[in-house]
């Protein structure tokens, strides 16, 4: 069986806590874990849920604690339950709501596993007598000479480092990403070797622990749907729209157009006015005459988990998951220039930075 952790040379019987959501990916974590001779506790972590959620979808966390109960008594680890309500509202949806208010579009799984996954259930663990925290991202940790490096994961249609780039450099060598080298069909494959009670569940949708809510309807009940006008890039109002705050740049659905020929092409959001309520979309084939590209970005709360001045330096980055690598130059700690102009960059979306396979940390979007 393949084992896809980096054991970061040490001794079996080291202690690690692994986070179990009750998905297949971080179950498969937990057994090769054990398989390795490491002495695991699964902990599920209890996230906040809004109680129209739980009257709509029902309390999916339950569910998912006991799928996760059901897969470490299968293993044979012990399990526990780790309550991080307080710290999931105020961090991950207190956050995501205000950003939206304000036009911005955040990144709710970032904010998750920097103040949850990675900040109470990483300090849990370490004050608990653990060596090591683990989860089920596709991503690696590979110890090159001294230092931990976050890589990404070999399916690259599934790599997660994009979501992880606030770890700290000191959480590199105390985090380990068991299923980070294999595909997704082969972590289903050992799932159901090994005959795991959840071997056939669906992969998770919508907001991060939450589940089966996407963002518009989320932030329905928190920011009130109001009619407003989407607009070309000539001003020409040409639809409607639900509320500006529910768009990010480079979006194509949700708003409807009214003012339709036989020839129309998709629209996509090149820009909002949260004051106005209005939205601006135009032809994707249409974006390289458009005024509002942007070459030179600011950024805040930057990390970087290599702990190397970035000045000078030219590497590749992207501004939304899964987006195409861009080149970049970096004039400072805090200022990106982009070699092309971007024309989908979205204020409060997260940009991070790659060398080669490297993540090696990144920043939220200011403009």
């Known amino acids: 069986m393949k084992i896809g952790?980096?054991?970061?040379?040490?001794?079996?019987?080291?202690?690690?806590?692994?986070?179990?959501?009750?998905?297949?990916?971080?179950?498969?974590?937990?057994?090769?874990?054990?398989?390795?001779?490491?002495?695991?506790?699964?902990?599920?972590?209890?996230?906040?849920?809004?109680?129209?959620?739980?009257?709509?979808?029902?309390?999916?966390?339950?569910?998912?604690?006991?799928?996760?109960?059901?897969?470490?008594?299968?293993?044979?680890?012990?399990?526990?339950?780790?309550?991080?309500?307080?710290?999931?509202?105020?961090?991950?949806?207190d956050y995501m709501i205000n950003e939206y208010r304000?036009?911005?579009?955040?990144?709710?799984?970032?904010?998750?596993?920097?103040?949850?996954?990675f900040g109470g259930f990483y300090n849990y663990a370490m004050k608990h007598g653990a060596d090591y925290v683990a989860t089920g991202h596709y991503a690696q940790i590979k110890k090159i000479k001294n230092s931990f490096t976050l890589i990404a994961g070999d399916d690259k249609n599934k790599d997660q480092t994009y979501f992880l780039w606030t770890l700290k450099k000191e959480q590199l060598g105390k985090t380990l990403f068991p299923v980070g080298n294999m595909e997704k069909p082969e972590v289903r494959k050992i799932a159901k070797k090994c005959k795991l009670p959840n071997a056939d569940k669906k992969d998770s949708q919508g907001l991060c622990f939450i589940g089966k809510i996407n963002i518009k309807e989320f932030l329905s009940h928190y920011i009130p749907i109001k009619k407003g006008k989407v607009l070309n890039e000539k001003g020409?109002?040409?639809?409607?729209?639900?509320?500006?705050?529910?768009?990010?740049?480079?979006?194509?659905?949700?708003?409807?157009?009214?003012?339709?020929?036989?020839?129309?092409?998709?629209?996509?959001?090149?820009?909002?006015?949260?004051?106005?309520?209005?939205?601006?979309?135009?032809?994707?084939?249409?974006?390289g005459e458009l005024p509002n590209a942007v070459k030179k970005i600011?950024?805040?709360?930057?990390?970087?988990?290599?702990?190397?001045?970035?000045?000078?330096?030219?590497?590749?980055?992207?501004?939304?998951?899964?987006?195409?690598?861009?080149?970049?130059?970096?004039?400072?700690?805090?200022?990106?220039?982009?070699?092309?102009?971007?024309?989908?960059?979205?204020?409060?979306?997260?940009?991070?930075?790659?060398?080669?396979?490297v993540c090696l940390g990144g920043g939220i979007i200011e403009i």
Not at 260 to 279: G, L, M, S, W
Not at 316 to 341: G, H, W
Request: aromatic share 10%; hydrophobic share 35%.
């Open 5 to 93: 952790i980096d054991l970061h040379n040490t001794s079996p019987k080291k202690k690690v806590f692994v986070g179990m959501s009750g998905g297949v990916d971080s179950s498969v974590a937990a057994l090769l874990l054990k398989k390795s001779g490491y002495d695991v506790t699964g902990v599920f972590i209890k996230v906040w849920q809004p109680d129209w959620a739980i009257s709509n979808f029902g309390c999916t966390w339950r569910e998912d604690r006991l799928d996760a109960m059901r897969v470490a008594a299968h293993i044979g680890i012990q399990f526990i339950t780790l309550d991080l309500e307080d710290e999931y509202k105020r961090e991950v949806v």
């Open 102 to 117: 304000q036009g911005k579009t955040p990144n709710p799984d970032v904010m998750c596993n920097k103040y949850v996954k």
């Open 236 to 287: 020409k109002v040409i639809g409607i729209h639900d509320g500006a705050s529910f768009y990010t740049i480079g979006e194509r659905h949700g708003f409807n157009i009214t003012e339709k020929t036989p020839n129309d092409e998709p629209y996509y959001v090149i820009d909002k006015d949260i004051k106005n309520n209005t939205i601006i979309v135009s032809h994707k084939n249409k974006l």
């Open 298 to 357: 600011k950024l805040r709360d930057t990390n970087w988990n290599q702990g190397e001045d970035p000045l000078g330096r030219r590497l590749k980055a992207r501004s939304r998951y899964r987006e195409e690598l861009q080149n970049i130059k970096m004039i400072d700690e805090e200022t990106v220039e982009f070699e092309k102009p971007q024309y989908t960059v979205s204020r409060g979306q997260s940009l991070v930075f790659y060398d080669g396979n």
